[in-house]
C-alpha cells in the first residue's frame, strides 16, 4: 500500500501524471476505506484533470471525512472543492478550522490566510473585516496571556501594587 501511494507521489513530481493517477488506484483498490488514501487518490485524481474536484474527487474527499472529520488533508480538500463550487463563505469556516490547529507564525499558516482572506473577498467581505494578513501578537511564553495584556495598559501597575498591599495587611 504504502509503496503504491509513493509510487503514486513520485510521478506526479516527475510529471507524469496518468502513471500517478494509475498507482493511486491500486492503493485505492488495496484500502478503499483508508482517508489517507482516499484523500491522495482524490488529489491525484484533481491533478490529473486541471485541479478539478468536481465528479470522482468529490466523492472521495466526502468518504475520506464520513470515515475521520477530522482528516486535515481531507478538511483541506474540502475546502477547496466549496471554493471551486463558488461556496466561499464554507471554505473560509473550514479552513478557519484548520488555520486554528497550526503555528500561527509558520509560513503555512501565513499561506493558508492569505487564501482565507481570498475567499472572504469573494464571498464579499469588506476589506476592514478581512482576517488578518498576519498572526496576532502572542503573550511572551512566560507571561500568562491576562498578565501580558495587562502589561499593555498604563495603569497595569496600580491593581498589582494594590493586591500585594491587601495581601501583606491580612
Same mark, same amino acid.
Not at 501511494?5 to 516527475?14: D, H, N, P, S
Not at 474527487?57 to 463558488?86: N, T, Y
Not at 472572504?120 to 467581505?125: D, K, S
Given at each position: 500500500?504504502?509503496?503504491?501511494?509513493?509510487?503514486?507521489?513520485?510521478?506526479?513530481?516527475?510529471?507524469?501524471?496518468?502513471?500517478?493517477?494509475?498507482?493511486?488506484?491500486?492503493?485505492?483498490?488495496?484500502?478503499?476505506?483508508?482517508? #489517507?488514501?482516499?484523500?491522495?487518490?482524490? &488529489?491525484?485524481?484533481?491533478?490529473?484533470?486541471?485541479?478539478?474536484? &468536481?465528479?470522482?474527487?468529490?466523492?472521495?474527499?466526502?468518504?475520506?471525512? &464520513?470515515?475521520?472529520?477530522?482528516?486535515?488533508?481531507?478538511?483541506?480538500?474540502? /475546502?477547496?472543492?466549496?471554493?471551486?463550487? /463558488?461556496?466561499?463563505?464554507?471554505? @473560509? @469556516?473550514?479552513?478557519?478550522?484548520?488555520? #486554528?490547529?497550526?503555528?500561527?507564525?509558520?509560513?503555512?499558516?501565513?499561506?493558508?490566510? &492569505?487564501?482565507?482572506?481570498?475567499?472572504?473577498?469573494?464571498? /464579499?467581505?469588506?476589506? #476592514?473585516?478581512?482576517?488578518?494578513?498576519?498572526?496576532?501578537?502572542?503573550?511572551?511564553?512566560?507571561?500568562?496571556?491576562? @498578565?501580558?495584556?495587562?502589561?499593555?495598559?498604563?495603569?497595569?501597575?496600580?491593581?498589582?501594587?494594590?493586591?500585594?498591599?491587601?495581601?501583606?495587611?491580612?
Amino acid at each position: 500500500l504504502d509503496g503504491w501511494l509513493m509510487l503514486g507521489r513520485t510521478y506526479f513530481a516527475i510529471d507524469q501524471p496518468q502513471k500517478a493517477v494509475a498507482a493511486l488506484e491500486r492503493a485505492y483498490g488495496l484500502a478503499p476505506q483508508q482517508p #489517507d488514501v482516499l484523500v491522495a487518490y482524490a &488529489e491525484g485524481l484533481a491533478a490529473s484533470q486541471n485541479s478539478e474536484f &468536481e465528479g470522482k474527487p468529490a466523492e472521495l474527499i466526502q468518504a475520506a471525512l &464520513e470515515i475521520d472529520p477530522a482528516h486535515p488533508s481531507g478538511r483541506w480538500l474540502s /475546502g477547496m472543492l466549496m471554493f471551486q463550487r /463558488g461556496q466561499f463563505n464554507g471554505a @473560509v @469556516v473550514a479552513w478557519r478550522s484548520l488555520l #486554528d490547529e497550526m503555528d500561527q507564525s509558520s509560513q503555512e499558516a501565513a499561506n493558508l490566510r &492569505e487564501t482565507i482572506r481570498a475567499a472572504q473577498r469573494r464571498a /464579499g467581505v469588506p476589506d #476592514d473585516q478581512l482576517l488578518a494578513a498576519t498572526a496576532p501578537p502572542a503573550a511572551p511564553p512566560s507571561m500568562p496571556p491576562v @498578565v501580558a495584556a495587562a502589561q499593555d495598559t498604563p495603569q497595569a501597575t496600580a491593581p498589582a501594587a494594590d493586591a500585594t498591599d491587601a495581601a501583606d495587611a491580612t
